[in-house]
């Protein structure tokens, strides 16, 4: 039975003010680079454990205040950033951070969590309550799909009921005004399919009114062209355990909250909803892509096939289901590809197992990975960190700069290097065969090897790291041997597509056709991989800077792999000069990853049509004040929209991207560089500005280590850039 840790709670009223002692919260390391706030229990303990600049910094504590000596040119800039940027390092090498914006994972495993019956401990309790007070937009008090985004039924209706079950009354200002907000958009009934879908599991929405998800996908042969192991992993991952959920229509108990939620959540009577006509009814504000009439076709039909289901094929397919969830939780530590999956994982392992089961301690150990406690409160993250992503360009922030040769920095990157050492992942999964997955033996993972997956980018980008952080650093140990650096060359040149250009995960399995069955209506292109310049420039980059110190190792693949690579990113390349980012905003972003590409085989801006093309887009956008800011709303309508303001990290984007092409004009890059100096503090760092990146079109999600890691790296270019042009041009 539910319930005692989810009594109801005496709200305080100021959510400005933090809801437990932020004294008492520290972040905590494993050792292999997963990170984990603990809250300490008591005062003793506190002033045992002292706080850390990391878990000040993070948590919007004063750190002590060590003013840096003004910087005079670019470079001490870089420096200064450096200076800060080293005192959040962690202990193991790398750098902790807030991996947040996305609305809809609180939800998840809040509903994951009661519907298990697994605890949350008081202060985080406390904690995701006050983030949500906090995070309600102003003006209706709703919440959208993201931090940034405008309210939807998604975010508010689900997010009202993580408030609920973490014990907030229903006349709490908070739940009034979003109760109004919610109506207004049409009721919890106008909630997007993955919101139908929590909503069922917690039995405040009923399973008739969810478009059907047959298990019995699972049990289709190779041969069919849709068979899901052709799917975008993350769709499939996600998929797996909603069809197992849905396949059983297993709903958990009611109880008075739940029946007290039904009347809360819609504005008719709960009873009399037709449910079949709710499956396709979807919030205006909610619909990114609307159903295909083919997808609506085939809803049809197998609405039909629900009502006839084959009893033993049922229980195959929900075998066959549960099998693959087993295993993505052995392949990768409980973590899960993400923790949407994760979550209903969980709760298809407390269904079949119960809670006394290993898998539910698992799960219950491994939740606390995505749980970030941040100025405003507690929220969930987007994975459980994204510490190889940050460490890779920190390494080549400081190298390139030529900060890396500086004695003071030389603790801090062979501290990295040990990181990079730890987190590459050396096996193939344990389960590779069943559940489709591609080879990981030789990758770098996007956050901690825990987690285990391969990203193509990410192995480009930690064998880059590497690389130049034992080649580049004096007297470095080298502590990734030749072997397992070509073993990240074995998985780079396996993971690119016959077209030339490299996808996320895997290899493009699928056809474009596929997202004319994307059932999520709330993100864009989600169905099958497809190639994005950023992934593809990251591989070959890579292999341009291994071949330098391996030359003759798969000489000829490697070769042709930079050239088809190249090919590909001419294609992608958009009339108008830029190229479209997918996960971070957006055409500045993929941009300076093209032009990097483009420079590996001497295109610039003197003898490139294409790379002239680009600094002509890019330049266009360069703002009076110098800085360039484009806001995520460019992913969603596929132009370049302007932000209201200047971004630093977006100007430290374009300004790489223009010294990648060797743009002949001091002018514009000198303009750049003074506007990001003009936003430096007094102590070296550089304040929060928009959020950096995006997922899947829709949602933006944060990068907040990228104000200093692209800002040092684009100072310390800048700065000898702009010398070498001085000297060419015979200018002081
Ligand atoms: C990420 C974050 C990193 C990102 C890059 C490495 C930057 C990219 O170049 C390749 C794709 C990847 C690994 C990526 C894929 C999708 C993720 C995992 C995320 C944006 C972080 C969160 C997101 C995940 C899908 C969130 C869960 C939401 C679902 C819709 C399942």
């Not at 397919?317 to 099998?323: D, N």
Request: proline share 6%.
């Amino acid at each position: 039975q539910i319930s005692p840790f989810y009594h109801p709670v005496d709200v305080p009223d100021d959510s400005t003010i933090p809801f437990t002692d932020y004294s008492r919260w520290r972040l905590t390391l494993s050792g292999n680079g997963d990170h984990r706030w603990k809250y300490l229990s008591t005062e003793e303990e506190a002033q045992a454990w002292p706080q850390t600049d990391v878990d000040k910094y993070w948590l919007g504590l004063p750190l002590p205040k060590t003013p840096s000596p003004p910087a005079k040119d670019a470079l001490s800039s870089a420096r200064n950033g450096l200076r800060y940027l080293k005192r959040l390092q962690s202990e193991d090498g790398h750098w902790a951070g807030e991996y947040g914006g996305p609305m809809f994972l609180l939800p998840g495993v809040v509903i994951g969590s009661y519907v298990t019956g697994m605890p949350f401990r008081e202060e985080e309790r406390l904690e995701v309550i006050r983030y949500l007070i906090n995070l309600a937009h102003l003006e209706d008090g709703g919440w959208g799909l993201h931090i940034e985004g405008p309210s939807t039924v998604f975010g508010t209706a689900l997010n009202y009921c993580v408030l609920r079950i973490l014990g907030v009354s229903t006349e709490h200002p908070t739940c009034v005004k979003a109760r109004a907000t919610l109506h207004k958009l049409g009721g919890a009934g106008a909630a997007p399919s993955w919101g139908k879908f929590w909503l069922s599991v917690l039995n405040v929405y009923d399973w008739d009114g969810c478009n059907p998800i047959p298990p019995e996908l699972w049990l289709l042969p190779d041969w069919v062209p849709f068979q899901p192991h052709k799917w975008w992993i993350h769709c499939r991952m996600v998929y797996i355990p909603m069809s197992y959920l849905y396949g059983y229509k297993w709903q958990v108990e009611e109880n008075d909250l739940i029946r007290s939620l039904r009347q809360e959540l819609y504005s008719e009577d709960y009873y009399r909803i037709d449910w079949p006509a709710q499956r396709n009814n979807i919030a205006k504000p909610d619909l990114y892509v609307a159903h295909s009439f083919v997808l609506d076709g085939l809803y049809s039909v197998l609405g039909v096939y629900e009502q006839c289901a084959i009893p033993p094929i049922r229980s195959m397919a929900l075998k066959e289901a549960y099998k693959l969830i087993c295993m993505e939780d052995e392949n990768t530590n409980y973590q899960g590809l993400a923790p949407v999956s994760k979550v209903m994982n969980m709760v298809c392992r407390f269904v079949e197992e119960g809670t006394e089961s290993e898998a539910y301690r698992e799960h219950m150990r491994t939740r606390d990975d995505f749980m970030w406690i941040g100025p405003e409160g507690m929220r969930m993250t987007g994975t459980n960190g994204s510490q190889l992503w940050d460490i890779a360009f920190i390494a080549q922030a400081v190298v390139e700069s030529g900060l890396g040769e500086e004695e003071e920095n030389r603790e801090c990157l062979v501290n990295m290097l040990k990181w990079l050492d730890r987190n590459q992942i050396r096996e193939n999964p344990k389960h590779q065969v069943a559940p489709h997955r591609h080879a990981t033996k030789g990758a770098w993972p996007f956050s901690t090897a825990t987690q285990g997956y391969t990203v193509s980018d990410c192995t480009g980008e930690g064998m880059k790291a590497v690389l130049y952080l034992q080649n580049h650093v004096k007297n470095a140990p080298q502590l990734v041997s030749e072997r397992r650096i070509c073993d990240a060359v074995d998985i780079i040149l396996g993971i690119q597509n016959p077209d030339g250009g490299f996808a996320s995960y895997e290899l493009v399995r699928g056809y474009k056709w596929f997202e004319y069955l994307n059932p999520a209506e709330v993100f864009g292109d989600i169905m099958t991989e497809h190639n994005y310049p950023e992934c593809t420039t990251s591989a070959i980059t890579a292999l341009a800077i291994f071949r330098k110190y391996y030359p003759n190792y798969r000489k000829v693949d490697i070769e042709h792999c930079i050239r088809t690579a190249v090919d590909w990113l001419h294609v992608a390349q958009k009339p108008e000069g830029g190229w479209y980012g997918s996960w971070g905003i957006c055409f500045t972003y993929a941009t300076q990853f093209a032009l990097e590409s483009l420079s590996l085989v001497g295109e610039t801006y003197a003898t490139s049509e294409s790379a002239r093309r680009a600094c002509k887009f890019l330049l266009s956008k360069q703002r009076e004040d110098g800085g360039w800011g484009e806001s995520w709303k460019s992913c969603e309508d596929l132009v370049y929209v302007e932000h209201e303001k200047t971004q630093v990290v977006q100007t430290a984007w374009a300004t790489m991207a223009l010294i990648y092409a060797e743009y002949p004009e001091p002018e514009p890059i000198e303009r750049a560089v003074k506007m990001v100096m003009s936003r430096q503090l007094l102590d070296g760092s550089w304040p929060q500005e928009s959020l950096e990146g995006i997922f899947n079109k829709t949602v933006t999600i944060a990068y907040p280590l990228f104000k200093f890691s692209f800002t040092i790296w684009m100072l310390g270019k800048a700065h000898s850039h702009l010398a070498k042009l001085r000297a060419t041009k015979g200018v002081n």
